[in-house]
Structure formats: C-alpha cells, structure tokens
C-alpha cells in the first residue's frame, strides 16, 4: 500500500467513526485497531460525561459561554481504554473544560484590577464568578498572541507585566503567588516569541488576513459571478498560489457569498470604506482567536487526556459565526497536532470537495510545500497581502 492509498484509507475509516453512533463506531474501530491506534476520538454518546452541566449550576446572567460540540455528553474512544476494558482493567479518561477569554475580555479585568470602573461593562462581575469557580482552566494565550506575535517587544513593557499579574491576583486570590507565578507566565510567553514554533503562529494569522483579503474581493469586485463560481475562485486561489486550505473559513466564504453583509460579522464591509483594511485585520484576529481554541485542545497538560473548549467573547459578532465551528466528533492523536474535526455544518459545494479535500489533492498541496518553512511561506503570504490590500485600498 502506498503512501496516498494508506493515507485514503485511514482518513475514510476516521471519516466514518466520526460519522457513526457508538456502537458502530466501537466496531470500525476494533476492526482496524492496526491502522487507528495511536488515534483518540471524542463521540457524543447519551451516557458520556456532561460537560457542560457545571455553566448550567453556576447560572452565569449575563454572559454567554459559547460551546463547541453539538452534544452536551461525551464519550472518548482509545487504544488504552479498549485494552483496560478487553483485559477487565479500570481506565478513567480524564477531561477537563477549558474556557478561553477574548482580549477584550482580559483587558477589563485589568481596567477593573487597576480601579478604572468607567472603562469596563457592568457584567465583569459574571468573568469574576467564572473564574473564582475553579470549574475550568482559563486560557489567556491569545491576548499574549494578539499583543506580542508582531511585536514581540510588548512582553518587556510594564502595562504586559501588569495586565498578566492583574489576571492571576484574580486566579490565584493572593498577590504574592500571583506576582511568583506571572513572572514565570511572562518567561513563558517570552520564550513563545523567541521560539521558531512562534512563526506557525504569525502564519496563521496571516493565512487567516489574507482568506478574508480574498473573499472580500471577491465579494465586492466579482458581483456578477455565479456563488459556485466565487466559491471555485477561492478554493483555486489557495490551492494553487498558497498551498493551504481551510474549510471553516471556505464555509465562513459561503456564508458571505450567499446573504452578504446580513451577516453581522461582516457588517462593517462595504466598498469605498477607507477602513476596510483595518477591520479586516481585526476580523483576522477575531478568526485567529477562534481557530486557536481548537489547537488548544491538543496542548498537553499534566493528568489530563483531553481539553474541551469553551470560549466567552463581549463581540456579537463573533456569535453569528460560532455556528459553523460547531463539532460533532473529533480524531485525535495525543500529544500531536494531527486531528481530525467533524464540523456541524459543510456549506462547500459536494464538486469543490470531491476535487480539492480529498487525500490525494491533500498529499499534492503538501508535495509542493516540500521543503518550505514557515518563514519562507510568511514572505509568500504577505506578498499576496500586500497586493490585496493595496487592491481594497
């Protein structure tokens, strides 16, 4: 068996367990256990763990904390806990939620730690309640990526340092661990910036600006093409000239494509606005942050199999979108970036997929990525904004 074909094959056999109820996903799996075992699943399951019961007992008023798997119970499918269960051996998945905080959001509770009540929003308190809970970890990862990816100088200044042990005064309830404890989050995030894994990050961000570059020209420049046509030249686009796709945002293209500016996230985009650009660097940000959640989930934490993610966001607009980063399942390998996410809602046109996220289209985009790190592919992308943004200029 070929590269490719096994590649095809193992990717139509997690297809399915994503698709099916327990039972038969319990039988695909045994019967390729040779093929998944370095694989982990995360199922709905009517009997699994309740996830999200512990926000329903805290009856939070007037913040929304925004879930992202379909199903309220959870099952997780692995090699271990089939081996513990085939030998009668006792094998307990441990899962923990994680809720991730937009910077907006860390941003008042810094105004709120330094006095400035006229700043921040009557509702801080609930962020407060959340956090004094002990329920879930807190994820403050992306006010660090949104601040310091591009200015890595940021980390130094006192306004960091203090919004940083601001937010663990409020974890931790003690200023002396909370300053111990900042100090090695701040080394931490240091050594992030400084670290070549930082520029997976920038490019992320940057594939994320450049989608939406994109897509806005075409919605704004190609009026007069077909919705499958529009659809068609963005998938091309980044196929052919980038090498990467990425599906939620195609969908997120579609969603545009179909009812235009109705959806709220892209409320500020008409033609001619002189600041078009600048909002769409902040909708780059707003998709990185939601994206990032998702990466979160296979950061490895001590004693901990698997991370759920929740996300609270003051944005609206963010709200109208969640829907299409909604999941139903999840493949995942421990410890690894390799996963495989089964979303709610697939909007892309059953002809774009057969042609450009199949296993072989795949293998080809990664064939001609050969070779190209990430800072090569940074350059590639930010010429391509360049001309993009020159051109919505």
Not at 101 to 129: C, F, G, M, V
Not at 318 to 344: M, Q, V
Not at 373 to 382: F, H
Request: one cysteine or more.
């Amino acid at each position: 068996m070929t590269e490719e074909e096994f590649f095809a094959y193992q990717s139509k056999v997690i297809g399915k367990i994503l698709e099916s109820p327990l039972e038969e996903a319990l039988q695909i799996y045994t019967n390729n256990f040779n093929v998944l075992q370095n694989y982990s699943f995360i199922l709905p399951y009517s009997e699994g763990i309740d996830y999200v019961q512990k926000f329903r007992e805290m009856k939070l008023k007037n913040i929304d904390v925004i879930h992202f798997f379909q199903s309220d119970r959870l099952y997780c499918l692995n090699a271990q806990d089939c081996i513990s269960n085939l030998f009668n051996h006792e094998y307990e998945n441990k899962i923990a939620s994680c809720v991730s905080l937009d910077t907006q959001i860390q941003s008042y509770l810094y105004r709120n730690y330094i006095d400035a009540k006229n700043k921040i929003p009557e509702n801080i308190e609930e962020i407060q309640k959340l956090i004094d809970s002990r329920m879930c970890l807190i994820d403050c990862l992306p006010y660090t990526f949104e601040n310091t990816l591009f200015n890595p100088q940021f980390i130094k200044m006192q306004i960091y340092k203090d919004n940083v042990f601001a937010f663990e005064t409020y974890f931790l309830k003690n200023k002396q661990k909370a300053k111990i404890y900042s100090n090695k989050l701040i080394k931490y995030d240091k050594r992030l910036m400084d670290d070549e894994f930082s520029d997976w990050y920038r490019r992320q961000y940057l594939f994320y600006y450049l989608e939406l570059l994109v897509m806005i020209d075409i919605f704004l420049n190609h009026k007069n093409l077909k919705i499958f046509d529009k659809e068609l030249l963005l998938v091309k686009y980044f196929h052919e000239n980038i090498g990467l796709l990425s599906d939620r945002e195609l969908n997120l293209a579609k969603l545009l494509f179909i009812h235009g500016t109705k959806i709220t996230f892209f409320g500020k985009i008409q033609k001619g606005r002189k600041d078009i650009v600048k909002n769409l660097r902040n909708m780059a940000w707003d998709i990185f942050h939601l994206n990032n959640i998702f990466n979160g989930m296979l950061i490895p934490r001590k004693g901990i199999d698997f991370v759920i993610p929740f996300f609270i966001t003051y944005d609206r607009r963010l709200k109208d979108i969640a829907p299409i980063y909604k999941l139903k399942s999840i493949a995942y390998i421990p410890g690894g970036f390799i996963k495989h996410l089964y979303f709610l809602t697939d909007l892309l046109d059953p002809t774009i997929k057969h042609n450009y996220f199949t296993a072989k289209a795949f293998l080809d985009r990664q064939s001609r990525l050969k070779g190209v790190t990430e800072k090569i592919l940074i350059d590639k992308i930010q010429i391509e904004i360049d001309k993009y943004e020159e051109l919505l200029s």
